[in-house]
């Protein structure tokens, strides 16, 4: 009967390390898709405990738009419309993220004065081929970063370029800290941001958001290659009902371009 007992438990743990051990190291996570994040369907589906169990790495939004998100060495932040950065509990959701298992397969040093524009376009120049999945982390001391952070919003819930009119913006100098963020290629621009989406917390993990512009001289980058994508849809009335036939990239350029 003992031995029973312990082969049973035994089973059992086993069967709770399942997931964790199929999860594959280059998989790419998503929960729902840009389009519908610009048509305002800003409901929280995914827990981030089930969220965390997809990536340590990664990169969102929460339920009713509130605020940005960075994943980071496991650990979750929300960055809110007031400037403050808080650590995110398990039962919080999000409507739509990116999250990997981060695990840098190259490096690379950034020396010499970058924007953001100038940045991503020497990172393009390193990055061996453009049809897959990048996550990307740059670590350094930057002389300025701007980022923004949308205010919460109510229902019925606007588009995405209509919530982000009242979007906080947020400057800083000289200050140290983490990009946190994805490459996607070309073709898969109706799920998410073609190209680089990045966001930023400082060191100490009290502030940042969705990085709008960056001035940086010295940092590390490291990336990471992945060449599977794995997608959750959300199963709400609105996304179900949804048009998400159309094309979004206009509007997805508009919400992601520095405000002057």
Same mark, same amino acid.
């Given at each position: 009967?003992?031995?029973?007992?312990?082969?049973? *438990?035994?089973?059992?743990?086993?069967?709770?390390?399942?997931?964790?051990?199929?999860?594959?190291?280059?998989?790419?996570? #998503?929960?729902?898709?840009?389009?519908?994040?610009?048509?305002?369907?800003?409901?929280?589906? %995914? *827990?981030?405990?089930?969220?965390?169990?997809?990536?340590?790495?990664?990169?969102?939004?929460?339920?009713?738009?509130?605020?940005?998100?960075?994943?980071?060495?496991?650990?979750? /932040?929300?960055?809110?419309?007031?400037?403050?950065?808080?650590?995110?509990?398990?039962?919080?959701?999000? =409507?739509?993220?990116?999250?990997?298992?981060?695990?840098?397969?190259?490096?690379?040093?950034?020396? +010499?004065?970058?924007?953001?524009?100038? %940045?991503? *376009?020497?990172?393009?120049?390193?990055? =061996?081929?453009?049809?897959?999945?990048?996550?990307?982390?740059?670590?350094?001391?930057?002389?300025?970063?701007?980022?923004?952070?949308?205010?919460?919003?109510?229902?019925?819930? =606007?588009?995405?370029?209509?919530?982000?009119?009242?979007?906080?913006?947020?400057?800083?100098?000289?200050?140290? +800290?983490?990009?946190?963020?994805?490459?996607?290629?070309? /073709?898969?621009?109706?799920?998410?941001?073609?190209?680089?989406?990045?966001?930023?917390?400082?060191?100490?993990?009290?502030?940042?958001?969705?990085?709008?512009?960056?001035?940086?001289?010295?940092?590390?980058?490291?990336?990471?290659?992945?060449?599977?994508?794995?997608?959750?849809? =959300?199963?709400?009335?609105?996304?179900?009902?949804?048009?998400?036939? +159309?094309?979004? #990239?206009?509007?997805?350029?508009?919400?992601?371009?520095?405000?002057?």
């Amino acid at each position: 009967m003992t031995s029973n007992i312990k082969l049973l *438990s035994m089973a059992l743990f086993l069967i709770l390390l399942l997931p964790a051990a199929l999860a594959s190291s280059d998989a790419l996570f #998503q929960t729902s898709t840009i389009n519908a994040l610009m048509m305002g369907d800003f409901h929280g589906t %995914m *827990s981030f405990k089930e969220l965390k169990s997809h990536g340590d790495f990664g990169l969102g939004t929460f339920n009713r738009l509130d605020g940005e998100m960075v994943g980071l060495d496991g650990k979750f /932040y929300q960055m809110k419309s007031d400037g403050h950065a808080y650590p995110v509990n398990d039962t919080a959701t999000t =409507p739509f993220a990116e999250v990997a298992f981060f695990k840098a397969e190259d490096n690379i040093s950034l020396n +010499g004065m970058y924007n953001l524009t100038q %940045m991503e *376009s020497y990172l393009d120049s390193k990055l =061996p081929t453009r049809n897959i999945f990048y996550a990307i982390r740059i670590d350094g001391t930057f002389d300025y970063v701007k980022t923004r952070a949308p205010q919460a919003q109510s229902e019925p819930y =606007p588009t995405l370029t209509e919530a982000l009119k009242t979007q906080k913006i947020f400057q800083f100098n000289n200050t140290t +800290g983490t990009v946190v963020g994805f490459w996607y290629p070309g /073709y898969a621009k109706d799920i998410n941001v073609p190209g680089y989406h990045l966001h930023f917390i400082n060191e100490n993990r009290s502030a940042g958001g969705h990085l709008l512009d960056i001035k940086v001289s010295k940092a590390r980058v490291a990336i990471d290659e992945l060449t599977e994508l794995d997608m959750a849809l =959300p199963t709400d009335k609105e996304f179900y009902q949804a048009d998400l036939s +159309g094309d979004q #990239q206009a509007a997805v350029n508009k919400a992601e371009s520095n405000p002057k």
